[in-house]
C-alpha cells in the first residue's frame, strides 16, 4: 500500500484519496486482500457511516454495524445475500457507543453468533444513554444548561435530544470482550495495535495494522469533518478538547504519514499528519475567536455560541451540538488558564480572556 500514496496528486485539502467512490449501498468494495468496505445510511443531515470487513482466517471480523434501524437491517440482508453471500462473522468490534456504530451490535451478535468487542468504557456508555430520559438527569441538565447562560426555551428544546437512542440502538448484548489501549489484537494475518482515544466518544478504539500500513481511525480523524467534541452534563468538568487534542497529538506521533486511514464516515485518505494538524488548527482557530470575543468581558458560553457558529441559523439539534462543542471549548481554556471563570449570584457562569 506504500506504492499507491506516492502515486496519488494531492486533493486541494492536502490528502490524498486512493478510493475515491465509495461503495453504494449494495455493494462491495475490496480495499485490499482481506479487507472489505460497506457503507451503510443514516438518517442524518451527516448520512452514511463506513463499515469494514476484515478478513479472519475463513471467517470475517466486522469493525461497527450502522444504526439500529429497519433500513440498516434491509440492507444488511440484502448484502448477506448478495456480495456477501456465504460471509460468516465470528467477531465484531464496535468503535465506540454512538448509534450510527454501535446501532446493530444486538442483532449481528444474535444473527451470527459471535462476540461483541469494544472498550470497557464504550461498553458501559451504551448503558449510560439508555437511560437519558430520567427525570433526575433532565433536571440536572437543566441546571448544567442555566449554568452556561441557555436559556429556558433552548434548554428545554435540547432536553429532548438522544431521547431516541433506544429506538437507534438494538438490544445491547449482555456481555462483550474488553479491547484495551496498548494492547494488540490479531485478526487473519494480520496484528493490529489497539489504540483509545478520548474528546469525540470517551474511550474510542482505533486499530493499527504497521505490517500493512493501513489505521481505522473510527470517528477520530474524518477528512472532511471536524468530528464533534462536546461537553455534556454528565461530567460539567470533562476536558473532551484537551482529550481530543492529546490524542490527536499522540496518533500524529505513532503513525507514518504514508498510512492508509480508513474513517468512520468519508472515504479512505492518505496524509493522516496533515489533517490531524488541520484539526488541531481548527481547533486552536475558535479558541483565538473566543479569547477575542471576550478580552476584556465577560460572556457566557451562550453568548459565545454565535461567534462561533455565526454562518447557519442553527436547529434545535444543532445548537445542542453547538453548545456542546462550546463549553468543549471554553473548559479546556479555563484549564490552560486562557480564561477566567466567575459564578454570578445567578449561578451563571461568565469567562473572560486574560
Ligand atoms: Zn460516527
Given at each position: 500500500?506504500?506504492?499507491?500514496?506516492?502515486?496519488?496528486t494531492a486533493a486541494p485539502d492536502g490528502l490524498r484519496y486512493p478510493f475515491p467512490t465509495p461503495p453504494k449501498p449494495d455493494e462491495v468494495i475490496e480495499l485490499a486482500p482481506g479487507l472489505l468496505w460497506v457503507r451503510l445510511a443514516l438518517p442524518f443531515r451527516l448520512n452514511h457511516v463506513n463499515v469494514y470487513l476484515i478478513a479472519d482466517g475463513d471467517d470475517w471480523t466486522m469493525v461497527d454495524t450502522g444504526i439500529g434501524n429497519e433500513a440498516t437491517i434491509a440492507a444488511w440482508t440484502a448484502l448477506f445475500e448478495g456480495?456477501?453471500?456465504g460471509v460468516r462473522i465470528t467477531?465484531?468490534?464496535?468503535?465506540?457507543?454512538?448509534?450510527d456504530h454501535v446501532g446493530l451490535a444486538g442483532w449481528i451478535v444474535e444473527r451470527f453468533g459471535c462476540p461483541l468487542l469494544m472498550s470497557q468504557v464504550e461498553y458501559l456508555q451504551?448503558?449510560?444513554?439508555?437511560?437519558?430520559?430520567?427525570?433526575e438527569r433532565?433536571?440536572?441538565?437543566?441546571?448544567?444548561?442555566?449554568?452556561?447562560?441557555m436559556n429556558q426555551e433552548t434548554t428545554e428544546a435540547m432536553l429532548g435530544l438522544g431521547q431516541d437512542y433506544l429506538a437507534r440502538v438494538s438490544t445491547m448484548p449482555p456481555a462483550y470482550r474488553r479491547l484495551v489501549n496498548g494492547r494488540e489484537i490479531t485478526i487473519g494475518s494480520r496484528r493490529f495495535q489497539i489504540i483509545t482515544g478520548g474528546g469525540h466518544a470517551s474511550d474510542q478504539v482505533m486499530l493499527y495494522c504497521a505490517a500493512d500500513n493501513i489505521f481505522l481511525s473510527a470517528?477520530?480523524?474524518?477528512?472532511?469533518?471536524?468530528?464533534?467534541v462536546s461537553v455534556w452534563a454528565v461530567e460539567p468538568e470533562a476536558d473532551a478538547l484537551g482529550d481530543y487534542l492529546r490524542s490527536l497529538a499522540s496518533l500524529t506521533g505513532m503513525l507514518p504519514d504514508d498510512v492508509l486511514v480508513l474513517p468512520g464516515h468519508g472515504v479512505p485518505f492518505y496524509g493522516v499528519k496533515t489533517r490531524i494538524k488541520q484539526l488541531a488548527d481548527h481547533h486552536e482557530e475558535r479558541c483565538g475567536m473566543i479569547a477575542d470575543a471576550c478580552r476584556d468581558k465577560f460572556c457566557t458560553a451562550a453568548e459565545l455560541v454565535p461567534v462561533i457558529f455565526?454562518?447557519?441559523?442553527?436547529?434545535?439539534?444543532?445548537?445542542?451540538?453547538?453548545?456542546?462543542?462550546?463549553?468543549?471549548?471554553?473548559?479546556?481554556?479555563?484549564?490552560?488558564?486562557?480564561?477566567?471563570?466567575?459564578?454570578?449570584?445567578?449561578?451563571i457562569a461568565r469567562y473572560t480572556a486574560r
Amino acid at each position: 500500500m506504500h506504492t499507491e500514496a506516492a502515486n496519488l496528486t494531492a486533493a486541494p485539502d492536502g490528502l490524498r484519496y486512493p478510493f475515491p467512490t465509495p461503495p453504494k449501498p449494495d455493494e462491495v468494495i475490496e480495499l485490499a486482500p482481506g479487507l472489505l468496505w460497506v457503507r451503510l445510511a443514516l438518517p442524518f443531515r451527516l448520512n452514511h457511516v463506513n463499515v469494514y470487513l476484515i478478513a479472519d482466517g475463513d471467517d470475517w471480523t466486522m469493525v461497527d454495524t450502522g444504526i439500529g434501524n429497519e433500513a440498516t437491517i434491509a440492507a444488511w440482508t440484502a448484502l448477506f445475500e448478495g456480495p456477501l453471500k456465504g460471509v460468516r462473522i465470528t467477531r465484531l468490534i464496535v468503535t465506540h457507543a454512538h448509534p450510527d456504530h454501535v446501532g446493530l451490535a444486538g442483532w449481528i451478535v444474535e444473527r451470527f453468533g459471535c462476540p461483541l468487542l469494544m472498550s470497557q468504557v464504550e461498553y458501559l456508555q451504551t448503558a449510560y444513554h439508555r437511560h437519558r430520559g430520567m427525570p433526575e438527569r433532565k433536571e440536572w441538565e437543566r441546571r448544567f444548561f442555566h449554568r452556561h447562560g441557555m436559556n429556558q426555551e433552548t434548554t428545554e428544546a435540547m432536553l429532548g435530544l438522544g431521547q431516541d437512542y433506544l429506538a437507534r440502538v438494538s438490544t445491547m448484548p449482555p456481555a462483550y470482550r474488553r479491547l484495551v489501549n496498548g494492547r494488540e489484537i490479531t485478526i487473519g494475518s494480520r496484528r493490529f495495535q489497539i489504540i483509545t482515544g478520548g474528546g469525540h466518544a470517551s474511550d474510542q478504539v482505533m486499530l493499527y495494522c504497521a505490517a500493512d500500513n493501513i489505521f481505522l481511525s473510527a470517528d477520530q480523524v474524518l477528512s472532511k469533518i471536524s468530528p464533534n467534541v462536546s461537553v455534556w452534563a454528565v461530567e460539567p468538568e470533562a476536558d473532551a478538547l484537551g482529550d481530543y487534542l492529546r490524542s490527536l497529538a499522540s496518533l500524529t506521533g505513532m503513525l507514518p504519514d504514508d498510512v492508509l486511514v480508513l474513517p468512520g464516515h468519508g472515504v479512505p485518505f492518505y496524509g493522516v499528519k496533515t489533517r490531524i494538524k488541520q484539526l488541531a488548527d481548527h481547533h486552536e482557530e475558535r479558541c483565538g475567536m473566543i479569547a477575542d470575543a471576550c478580552r476584556d468581558k465577560f460572556c457566557t458560553a451562550a453568548e459565545l455560541v454565535p461567534v462561533i457558529f455565526h454562518k447557519h441559523v442553527l436547529d434545535a439539534h444543532q445548537t445542542g451540538f453547538a453548545a456542546g462543542e462550546l463549553i468543549a471549548h471554553v473548559n479546556y481554556m479555563w484549564f490552560t488558564g486562557r480564561l477566567t471563570e466567575e459564578v454570578g449570584p445567578d449561578g451563571i457562569a461568565r469567562y473572560t480572556a486574560r
